[in-house]
């Protein structure tokens, strides 16, 4: 089993930046894609952002076209950890934000992922 706290989330103006962990514990995340999703009121948890299993290379990201050049995932497998650094917020990215985890290689659909946080919210501000 693995557990997964998100943190970091929070009120935030249109164009500033804030920066969500998500640290694991129970197992190592090191052999697990991790991904991010949100979900706002009313609409369906929708993918975010997912980091590939760790290689040498730190691992290949993929992102929505939505937050594509804006929001940047990575791991530190050191600390069981995965980050979401969100730049140049907009009030559509108003959500709560959940990270996830799921064995195997990468995907983008929710129902992929075996494990799943709490969620943290992340308002932006107009």
């Known amino acids: 089993q693995v557990q997964l706290v998100e943190s970091g989330g929070g009120l935030v103006q249109a164009g500033g930046s804030l920066r969500l962990s998500c640290a694991a514990s129970g197992r190592t995340i090191s052999s697990y894609t991790m991904g991010w999703f949100r979900q706002a009121p009313g609409k369906e948890r929708d993918f975010v952002a997912y980091?590939?299993?760790?290689?040498?290379?730190?691992?290949?990201?993929h992102y929505a076209d939505s937050v594509r050049g804006r929001f940047t995932i990575s791991r530190d497998n050191a600390k069981n950890t995965v980050y979401l650094q969100m730049n140049n917020l907009k009030p559509e990215d108003t959500a709560v934000y959940y990270c996830?985890?799921?064995?195997?290689?990468?995907?983008?659909?929710?129902?992929?992922?075996?494990?799943w946080g709490q969620g943290t919210q992340v308002t932006v501000s107009s």
């Open positions: 996830a985890a799921r064995e195997g290689g990468t995907r983008a659909d929710k129902e992929s992922y075996d494990y």
């Open positions: 980091i590939s299993v760790f290689s040498v290379y730190g691992g290949s990201a």
